[in-house]
């Protein structure tokens, strides 16, 4: 994992997760339920400002990496309540593929 290649389909793997977040937000739009929208929508966020985070500081390894998304994890649970799990969801998804080792 801490090669090159490995983190790059690491972070593929987790852009492709947030696509399908994306897709996710706009069925909950589309219901109506902004509720959650507005869960889902800072959870993608602050996934977003995570890869920001490793590629500004060039996290090379999968335990910095995961370190970052459980930082902003726990910044989302302390500024979000998320009874129905609807924002913790994304990051749960986004830490599995991260200490997985970015199985798709």
């Given at each position: 994992m801490e090669d090159e290649r490995g983190m790059r389909r690491m972070i593929e793997a987790i852009e492709r997760a947030l696509g399908?977040?994306?897709?996710?937000l706009k069925t909950l739009e589309a219901r109506g339920d902004f509720a959650a929208?507005?869960?889902?929508?800072?959870?993608?966020?602050?996934?977003?400002?995570?890869?920001?985070?490793?590629?500004?500081?060039?996290?090379?390894?999968?335990?910095?990496?995961?370190?970052?998304?459980?930082?902003?994890?726990r910044a989302f649970t302390e500024a979000w309540?998320?009874?129905d799990g609807v924002g913790t969801s994304t990051f749960t998804r986004v830490l599995r593929l991260v200490d997985g080792g970015a199985q798709p």
């Open positions: 399908e977040e994306r897709r996710y929208v507005k869960l889902a929508a800072a959870a993608i966020a602050e996934v977003e400002a995570g890869l920001r985070q490793a590629r500004s500081e060039n996290a090379a390894d999968a335990a910095r990496l995961s370190e970052i998304f459980w930082e902003r994890r309540d998320d009874p």
